[in-house]
């Protein structure tokens, strides 16, 4: 009697068990990989990194939900450069990509980036991934079109192709429809935001809630505003295609905050022509500087179940190329020797480990000599050393970045041989970059 109930049960709920098989989320495959980056959004544009005026609620939840690091930095402070080495998984010298393309035309500058160089986008189609891009580009708008770079769907402003606009949402509007198109395939997607650089166009929505403030924080808070929204706006894409758990997700910023001007509040056209009180959370110096304040950004990956939650690391030193091999390894895929990466595989960071990396950091940049904050050349970080120096080394600074962050005490004097090491190394590389922009990458070869 008992077989027989035990079966009539079985029969039973035999169709709703195969119901429940049918509907149950399907066994994850590679991957999705979401890169968020902002443009001249500081270390310290966060509440969750201490700001007290600034609310920051759907990045703060970010945090909580995967790794905040403490200690990632881009390789320029500058757009162009910075762009063209997370990208590229390369130092952006190494393509003559010093400055910001449409501002100057050093020598050594090309028209637009090597369409041959070593893409993420390129690298994942190889593992099967759709690949998009939507927001800012600025990598040149010369010949090569954003599928030579390896990017199947695209709308971008400073850059080839469909265009999109900075303002408003079309950005992460445009994002949803690819992220909800490709659900059921692995998919990589860079969602460049303008955010917050100038001219800010605030929501009248985001000018309402910060009314209380005065009309620079109003403005500066608004914008910061947007721009938080516009992330939630991919992440809530991610959950309601149910694909959320699958995704790793990626936030960071191109360089740090851009410097205050006085008097600098006005209206040109519908947009607000102001300039950036962002804050750098304490760091040293703001955009286009090479100390910290300049080139050291928010870095938040969510990744559930890989990535442990709530994370504040403190330890592991990441940077913007590392990008392309990490993200390689998480595609299952290693990049081919001919890539000539300078950047290392951090995946163990991204699951919470502190690896210790073992390339140094190199960065170039023009300085400005007049200014303390914004004179040197040359930057080189070999573990908790950072040295900053003109391009004939004779001008040097010392920093220990684990003793002091702010950059405040320059140690230059009590370590001659750490100076003499680090110099030597950091002009050295800059001896083996290019002096004269490639042909190939210039509307009119010089």
């Known amino acids: 009697m008992k077989i027989a109930l035990t079966f009539l049960t079985v029969l039973l709920l035999s169709p709703l068990v195969g119901l429940n098989a049918a509907d149950s989320p399907q066994k994850p495959g590679k991957p999705n990989i979401v890169f968020i980056y902002a443009d001249d959004w500081g270390w310290g544009d966060l509440s969750c990194h201490g700001n007290t005026w600034l609310k920051t609620p759907r990045l703060d939840k970010l945090a909580s939900e995967g790794i905040d690091f403490q200690q990632f930095n881009v390789l320029s402070p500058v757009c162009s450069p910075s762009r063209a080495a997370a990208m590229t998984g390369r130092f952006p010298g190494r393509f003559g990509i010093n400055t910001v393309f449409g501002v100057s035309k050093p020598?050594?500058?090309?028209?637009?980036?090597?369409?041959?160089?070593?893409?993420?986008?390129?690298?994942?189609?190889?593992?099967?991934?759709?690949?998009?891009h939507f927001g800012k580009w600025h990598l040149g708008e010369g010949k090569p079109t954003m599928a030579d770079y390896g990017i199947d769907d695209s709308a971008v402003y400073h850059g080839p192709g469909p265009k999109v606009s900075p303002y408003g949402n079309d950005i992460p509007n445009q994002a949803v429809k690819f992220i909800e198109a490709n659900k059921d395939r692995p998919f990589y997607v860079n969602v460049w935001l303008h955010e917050s650089h100038v001219a800010h166009s605030p929501s009248a929505e985001a000018m309402a809630k910060w009314k209380h403030l005065d009309p620079r924080q109003q403005v500066y808070a608004a914008v910061i505003t947007d721009g938080d929204n516009k992330v939630g706006l991919i992440l809530d894409a991610l959950e309601r295609c149910g694909i959320a758990q699958n995704t790793l997700v990626v936030f960071s910023s191109d360089n740090g905050p851009a410097k205050s001007k006085e008097n600098d509040i006005g209206v040109t056209g519908k947009y607000r022509s102001h300039y950036s009180i962002g804050e750098a959370g304490g760091l040293r110096a703001r955009k286009t500087s090479l100390f910290e304040g300049g080139v050291r950004v928010p870095f938040i990956v969510r990744w559930p179940d890989q990535a442990p939650a709530g994370l504040k690391d403190n330890a592991t030193v990441l940077t913007a190329v590392?990008?392309?091999?990490?993200?390689?390894?998480?595609?299952?895929?290693?990049?081919?020797?001919?890539a000539k990466g300078d950047g290392e595989n951090m995946l163990p960071a991204l699951k919470g480990e502190s690896p210790r990396r073992t390339r140094p950091i190199f960065w170039r940049n023009n300085g400005n000599k007049k200014d303390p904050d914004f004179w040197p050349d040359l930057a080189v970080r070999d573990g908790d050393w950072k040295l900053v120096t003109t391009f004939d080394g004779r001008q040097v600074g010392l920093y220990n970045l684990k003793a002091d962050r702010a950059e405040a005490k320059d140690v230059?004097?009590?370590?001659?041989?750490?100076?003499?090491?680090?110099?030597?190394?950091?002009?050295?590389?800059?001896?083996?970059?290019?002096?004269?922009?490639?042909?190939?990458?210039?509307?009119?070869?010089?």
């Open 412 to 446: 230059a004097k009590e370590h001659p041989a750490d100076v003499t090491r680090l110099t030597k190394l950091v002009l050295d590389w800059n001896a083996t970059l290019p002096t004269k922009a490639d042909p190939d990458c210039s509307e009119t070869p010089r």
């Open 107 to 132: 020598p050594e500058m090309p028209d637009w980036l090597d369409s041959k160089a070593p893409t993420i986008p390129r690298l994942l189609k190889t593992a099967g991934y759709r690949t998009g």
């Open 322 to 338: 590392d990008l392309l091999p990490t993200f390689c390894a998480i595609a299952g895929i290693t990049p081919p020797a001919d």
